[in-house]
């Protein structure tokens, strides 16, 4: 079993910054990808950024030059910094990872998901 540990949501004001963390731990060989989704209430979850174990990142195109997402693979770490946060950033982030386990099986893991609110 993995494990996914959120922290680093809360409540900012337009234009601030915040920078969630997501660490995996358990019985982990491999960590293919890590990536954050959020879902906005009424909304369906959607995919924010992704990291690759390659070193590739991808986007949406709402958040590009705005979020960062990087991996500690030391640390089966990933992190997403937020800059110029916007109301419409308000959602529940979710961490989500793609993992070998150390039984050579391929399984996704979620975390419990944090809250990001931009308001002023």
């Known amino acids: 079993q993995v494990q996914l540990v959120e922290s680093g949501g809360g409540l900012v004001q337009p234009g601030g910054s915040l920078r969630l963390s997501c660490a995996a731990s358990?019985?982990?060989?491999?960590?293919?990808?890590m990536a954050w989704y959020r879902q906005a209430p009424g909304k369906q979850r959607e995919l924010v950024a992704t990291?690759?174990?390659?070193?590739?990142?991808n986007y949406r195109d709402s958040v590009k030059d705005r979020f960062t997402i990087s991996r500690d693979n030391t640390k089966n770490t990933v992190y997403l910094l937020m800059n110029t946060l916007r109301p419409e950033d308000t959602a529940v982030y979710y961490c989500?990872?793609?993992?070998?386990?150390?039984?050579?099986?391929?399984?996704?893991?979620w975390g419990q998901g944090t809250q990001v609110t931009v308001s002023s």
């Open positions: 358990g019985s982990i060989a491999v960590i293919v990808a």
């Open positions: 989500y990872a793609d993992v070998v386990t150390t039984d050579r099986r391929n399984y996704n893991y």
């Open positions: 990291a690759f174990s390659s070193g590739r990142t």
